[in-house]
């Protein structure tokens, strides 16, 4: 049908044909029901128009990617480079932002390599019988300065005869004790050498939970700079280590032994924590712990000044755990808990704190154990004032003590003493 205009729909009859328009003017209906017998006629759209745009677009698309790798191509060609140096720089860039680190993995790792060490140890042990032999034992180290001071834990190197350090090359060094000290399991040995790659310490407070870590050091005492990464997993998380409970950030990082007082680096590069210490056991996967840099800068620092802890507050007393009901039986004591065995203090003395009391409160807060009680005192400061609440012939008495300072000669009894 070629004459649209002359053509109508009849709402009546259902049925089309040519017929004239009313008042000589043409009319077209159309039924947008589907319940009718008739067909719906209309003017047709033209594609004719429509395909040529599609394809003028296509044709544009097509240019574009063109002229775009021949840009490429041209700026490669005049400043330089590789296909696979770029693809190399991308994935960098891709891992950083992912982890919201500024430093890659890789960079990470090539930064502080060098600055961790493997430690071996010998040390004398005697028998049952008096016999004397020799056991070994590895850890980790990092380098605190150019001069040859190496921080590592107390528990790496505690009682050793014999130290050796190992650098990243492969050089060895026989290494002398500086100082250490068991509250913090901190402790800094010395090697005669100069020129090292000093680690740079970072800070707690730029530290949050999920930023990313690597761990570096000596796992097994054999995989010397061993790199392992992680995230952080908890900040300031409270757990209690060879009787010392201890503040320490938690990771995820892959820790085993051999891995205690190597380091734990940010995701800009710098030192954050010393790792100390593994959950352990068939359940357990991925709790590393590790002391933080904050922590452990002020105490390496005053052991190489001092030889010891300075400013450490004290109560003044000598405590005893004996939570354990075996424990109190063997003492002869009939409730478990943390007693007194001796108070040394003038303050504690003044106060009226007597060997044989058990500590049952400090402030508001009931004692668990020993290492409770000497956590919460190292919270303070040399001056605070704090309350025992002690039991005393069944009686409850307390009795508010002056914090003194911790003699150097006290250092090595720290765990035991309040």
């Known amino acids: 049908m070629d004459d649209w205009d002359k053509f109508n729909y009849s709402k009546e009859t259902g049925n089309a044909g040519p017929q004239g328009a009313p008042h000589g003017e043409p ?14 006629y209309a003017p047709q759209p033209k594609y004719v128009t429509m395909k040529v745009l599609i394809i003028a677009l296509i044709i544009c698309m097509v240019l574009s990617a063109t002229i775009g790798a021949a840009a490429y191509a041209f700026a490669m060609s005049a400043f330089g480079g590789t296909t696979v140096d770029k693809t190399i720089k991308t994935t960098n860039y891709n891992l950083a932002r992912s982890t919201g680190a500024v430093l890659s993995i890789q960079e990470i790792i090539a930064r502080n390599e060098n600055s961790v060490v493997a430690i071996s140890t010998e ?30 834990n107390n528990h790496v190197i505690a009682g050793a005869s014999n130290i050796k350090v190992t650098l990243h090359d492969g050089t060895e060094y026989d290494a002398t004790l500086v100082a250490t000290d068991q509250l913090t399991d901190v402790a800094v040995i010395k090697i005669d050498a100069t020129g090292l790659p000093a680690v740079q310490f970072g800070s707690m ?22 790199a392992t990464e992680g995230i952080v997993s908890a900040l300031e998380r409270e757990i209690t280590i060879d009787g010392k409970q201890m503040t320490l950030i938690q990771t995820s990082a892959s820790i085993n032994p051999g891995n205690s007082g190597g380091g734990l680096f940010d995701q800009y590069g710098n030192l954050i924590g010393i790792v100390v210490a593994k959950s352990s056991g068939s359940d357990v996967e991925g709790l590393g712990f ?3 840099c904050d922590k452990v800068a002020s105490v390496a620092k005053s052991l190489i000044e001092n030889g010891y802890v ?14 354990d009901a075996n424990a109190a039986m063997r003492a002869g004591v009939t409730i478990t808990g943390v007693y007194i065995s001796d108070v040394t203090g003038k303050n504690a003395k003044k106060a009226g704190l007597q060997k044989g009391d058990l500590i049952y409160y400090l402030d508001d807060t009931k004692i668990t154990s020993s290492a409770h009680l000497v956590g919460l005192i190292q919270k303070h400061e040399v001056g605070d004032v704090v309350t025992f609440t002690v ?12 914090l003194e300072l911790s003699q150097p000669q006290q250092a090595a009894q720290q765990s035991t003493e309040g």
């Open 27 to 40: 009319q077209t209906y159309i039924n947008y029901s589907n319940t009718g017998s008739g067909s719906a």
């Open 391 to 402: 039991v005393r012939d069944n009686e409850l008495l307390k009795m508010d003590v002056e």
């Open 290 to 292: 590790a002391i933080p």
């Open 123 to 152: 040390t004398v042990q005697t028998d049952f019988w008096a016999g004397q032999y020799v056991t070994q034992g590895a850890g980790s180290g990092v380098v605190y300065s150019e001069d040859g001071y190496i921080i590592t």
């Open 310 to 323: 300075e400013g450490r507050p004290q109560a003044g007393i000598t405590i005893v755990d004996l939570t």
């Open 205 to 226: 407070d730029d530290l949050n939970v999920g930023d990313a870590v690597v761990a570096i050091g000596n796992p097994l005492g054999t995989l010397s700079g061993t």
